[in-house]
């Protein structure tokens, strides 16, 4: 291959970037006491609710802390501080990968769902990863679209923002829903799975697909 792929799209967590399997490995990762006992349906949903708010931007990470702590059992200082320890830097060989594809002349992209918490810290130049990620030449998240995967308008403003078909365009992502609604669009959608190296996946795709030689 050739030009056809004239956009190479990533989601972040669990793509590019390691994060935690859930609120109690964050707990730990901050230090903080995790509650005993597993939630029910009804704190379940309260907290998903919560995170998708937060994800299309309709609340602050002040008022996503206040909404968590009863349902958690925590203070919401303490989810805050969760929510900081969540992002734990970029996988091995993702700084090089983007790399690769800058020099081959590919450019790249991230679609995040993700909230102002987690993307101030991605762009912090303090973090030691910072570097990588900003290797990107565009960086979609739904809190700043006001959209979240896998609604079909979020595909569409990314779509409009490159100026790019669905089909010139190769995605990244660890939920199949997320790459199904993609491929819906018309993208050349991939699943990455959690249980393995997703860089290592995602050089087997892009090498099948001839992405490093232009024809």
Not at 10 to 18: A, E, P, Y
Not at 39 to 57: F, K, M, Q
């Amino acid at each position: 291959m050739n030009d056809d792929v004239q956009l190479i799209c990533f989601d972040l967590g669990r793509v590019l970037v390691r994060i935690c399997d859930g609120w109690k490995h964050a707990c730990a990762a901050a230090g903080i006491a995790a509650p005993t006992g597993e939630l029910d349906s009804t704190a379940n949903a309260a907290l998903h609710d919560a995170v998708c708010r937060s994800e299309v931007g309709e609340i602050s990470i002040d008022e996503f802390s206040r909404r968590c702590a009863p349902v958690l059992g925590l203070r919401p200082q303490d989810v805050k501080l969760i929510s900081d320890a969540y992002i734990l830097g970029v996988y091995d060989g993702v700084p090089q990968l983007l790399s690769d594809l800058k020099a081959a002349g590919r450019p790249t992209a991230c679609l995040s769902n993700t909230n102002e918490n987690h993307w101030r810290i991605m762009d912090d130049p303090a973090e030691p990863y910072v570097a990588a990620l900003r290797q990107l030449d565009h960086r979609f998240a739904s809190h700043l679209l006001r959209d979240r995967k896998p609604n079909p308008s979020i595909y569409a403003k990314v779509e409009d923002a490159v100026k790019l078909r669905g089909e010139q365009i190769m995605f990244f992502d660890d939920l199949p829903e997320n790459v199904a609604a993609a491929r819906a669009r018309g993208w050349q959608g991939h699943q990455i799975a959690i249980d393995s190296d997703p860089v290592a996946q995602i050089r087997r795709h892009l090498d099948a697909a001839g992405i490093w030689q232009r024809s």
